[in-house]
């Protein structure tokens, strides 16, 4: 079975932490992304990564980065957290294109709470 | 005009019931049609998926595509309390594209 790993499911930062959030995928998949899900918003693409050292922004990258060092490993970076980047953080990765590029397999999630 | 829209629900149904969850798009470019499942506080699984127009099923799912008209259905026959998730439909365009575009999602209770 495919496993995308999130490897903290509940964080509670201070505002002007520095957060990492790591994702590991036993898939050997090219892509990898994050998304922030939220009530009445549903998933926005935060950055999306297509290889190693590669990535590109998404719909809403402000206050993130990324890292891309190994091609099993995405980490999601929050440079200096605020409130209003509390929310569930999913971590996603799929092969390139084609008809399996379809099957995005997403982690358990990550529920980070900014106070 | 948003590009998919899907009503949120919340839909509450007896168990054993048939339901119909749907999306409308308007990018015409969209082929490939997804559905996941998402349980309360756990990742979207991928439930299913179609290519272009037409009908698939998989035991007490079917996945229904009308590309003419933009539109796309779930159903899900005999209906389980198992079923109480918030299901989301997502697409996207041809080959090359890899970034898929999600719906909000729809609540679904089942009631034993």
Same mark, same amino acid.
């Given at each position: ?6 490897? #903290? /499911? ?25 998304? /922030?899900?939220?009530?009445?918003? +549903?998933? /926005?693409?935060?950055?999306? #990564? ?14 993130? #980065? ?6 099993? /490993? ?23 294109? +084609? ?17 | ?23 409308? !798009? ?9 559905? !996941? ?11 299913? !998926?179609?290519?272009? =127009? ?13 590309? =003419?008209?933009?539109?796309? =259905? ?23 594209? !890899? ?14």
């Amino acid at each position: 079975d495919v496993k995308v790993t999130q490897s #903290s /499911r509940y964080l509670v930062k201070r505002t002007g932490e520095k957060v990492f959030l790591e994702c590991v995928q036993d898939m050997d998949h090219e892509n990898m992304f994050w998304y /922030r899900q939220d009530p009445g918003l +549903g998933l /926005r693409l935060i950055y999306f #990564s297509y290889d190693v050292k590669m990535k590109e922004k998404g719909d809403i990258p402000e206050g993130y #980065s990324v890292s891309r060092e190994k091609k099993e /490993r995405f980490s999601l970076i929050l440079e200096s957290a605020s409130t209003n980047q509390t929310s569930m953080y999913l971590c996603a990765s799929s092969f390139p294109g +084609g008809l399996e590029g379809n099957t995005i397999y997403f982690g358990e999630g990550s529920w980070l709470t900014v106070v | 005009q948003k590009e998919v829209e899907q009503d949120p629900g919340p839909l509450s149904v007896p168990e054993g019931a048939i339901v119909s969850l749907n999306c409308t !798009y308007s990018n015409s470019a969209f082929q490939y049609f997804m559905w !996941y499942r998402q349980y309360s506080r756990k990742g979207p699984e991928l439930l299913m !998926y179609t290519y272009s =127009s037409g009908n698939k099923e998989d035991g007490r799912f079917t996945a229904q595509v009308d590309k =003419s008209s933009k539109y796309i =259905s779930l159903f899900i026959r005999d209906s389980q309390p198992s079923d109480s998730a918030t299901y989301l439909c997502a697409m996207r365009d041809g080959a090359g594209s !890899y970034q898929l575009t999600f719906g909000k999602g729809t609540k679904l209770s089942v009631i034993p």
